[in-house]
């Protein structure tokens, strides 16, 4: 069984890997509406690590400010300003 | 090294890699992506990725086959005392993240301000064209 | 890509490489933590051997925030207060504040639904807040999970909704303020309380300590409270959820500048 340290561990490098690739989704993306989906997809995988790295404390902080207030904000600032990223 | 410790330090190394990956990821897109509202996208990513690796810093393995806790007492004795001690991962980093997110929050919060105000005078947030414009 | 990106690519995976390699062992977790971590862990809840260093508080991050390293937290609440008022100030000419009548909104299901969460948001992050001294937690996770329901109901409702039903910017800078000044007239208490008594104290003491015999009260009929933590954090959370409302508000009711310069 893969109960124990070495399952501990190996959770936090399976999330850390999908978040670098959440990472390169969001610099990438010229739609800034999907880019901003992917932030908070990567900040939904950070929380993960925070609780898997025995901090409940950030992870109570980082829930609200990154996956609701911060995209909050980006997208009422998006639907003033434009939505695509030229080349 | 047993074999279980290179497999635990391995582990480790790869959550190391992934951190540091993200910060050289966003750290380009900061400077070469030229619309404003993606280089605040890459510049909050930055800043939580500093902010995971310092409490990545902060952790414990496991003591022989204790499970490392949470710095939270749970029983009020001596002997329980003594044990946390022994087995609680470091509270320090974790308080510092705590103001370095505030801190963050609300120079992202400025920006996105500032980004507004941008808008409304050049009618466009393409850094190029702004650069272009200017005067 | 151009040159100038690839070297600037090669040049940051480089140095970071060269960071780990000379740094390895400083930055592995370990099974030992710093002796300072191990005071911290000792000192948080300790009356029966460390009676004048302890914080009374079974969590160690909020007593670490709030007692301990209290002067951090004062200074960053300060420059949350100052990147609000420069966002203030920077719009106040292009508010537009009058309620005009709400008719749209998102469908009558998600209204239903808001109106049946939004108690409970509330009362979510007000357990948050308030049981910072005993469980993870603390003023400003449960004023952020709070700060979330302005944000709901301007998408959901309108903002014009908001400001019809009382809940204008005016108000909730004065519930700021007054969260602000609660902070500051707790961190004082016992300098005054010494003051009065002619002893010795500091500034955001808590317990007593070796030369100032001063101290909050531990616990109130039985539940502990921790001396100054349960203020602070209560204050905090009325602090943190006034000020995100004012920056949603300001956000998304300006209206663009008219053509005047240029």
Known sequence: MLLGETGVYLLMAVVSLISTLAVYMAVRERDLVKAVIYSALQSGLYTTLYFLLLAPDIGLVYIPVAVGLIPGVLLILISKTERWERE | MTSLEIINTYLLSVVLASLLANFVISLYAVFFKPHYIKKVIALTIFGDTANTFAIFIGYRRWVGQNPSRIPVLTYLNPEAVEEFARLAVDPLPQALVLTAIVIGLAVILFLVFLGWILYSHYKTLDMREIRRLRG | ?262
């Open chain 3, 1 to 262: 890509m151009r040159v100038v990106e690839v070297v600037v690519l090669v040049v940051l995976v480089l140095t970071l490489g060269l960071l780990i390699t000379v740094g390895f062992e400083y930055i592995m977790p370990s099974s030992v933590v710093r002796p300072l971590a191990e005071f911290y862990l000792y000192a948080t809840y300790n009356p029966y051997k460390l009676n004048e260093y302890t914080a009374m508080s079974p969590e160690a991050v909020t007593a670490i925030v709030w007692d301990f390293r209290g002067l951090d937290t004062l200074f960053e609440t300060s420059v949350f207060y100052l990147a609000l008022i420069a966002g203030l100030a920077l719009t106040r000419r292009l508010l537009s504040e009058h309620a005009e009548k709400p008719g749209y909104g998102l469908s009558l299901i998600v209204k239903t639904v808001t109106r049946i969460t939004a108690p409970m948001i509330i009362v979510v992050g007000a357990s948050i807040a308030l049981h910072g001294h005993l469980t993870p937690g603390g003023g400003f996770q449960g004023g952020s999970v709070i700060a979330v329901l302005p944000m709901v109901i301007i998408v959901v409702f309108s903002a014009s909704f908001l400001i019809m039903k009382g809940l204008t910017t005016s108000k909730m800078i004065v519930v700021r303020s007054l969260g602000l000044f609660g902070i500051g007239l707790t961190a004082i208490t016992l300098l005054l309380v010494s003051l009065v008594q002619g002893t010795h104290a500091y500034v955001f003491q808590n317990m007593i300590k070796p030369d100032a015999q001063v101290s909050m009260p531990v616990d109130i009929a039985g539940a502990l409270i921790s001396g100054t933590l349960w203020f602070f954090n209560l204050f905090e959370m009325f602090a943190v959820a006034a000020g995100f409302s004012i920056a949603f508000i300001v956000l998304m009711l300006a209206r663009t500048l008219q053509t005047e310069e240029r």
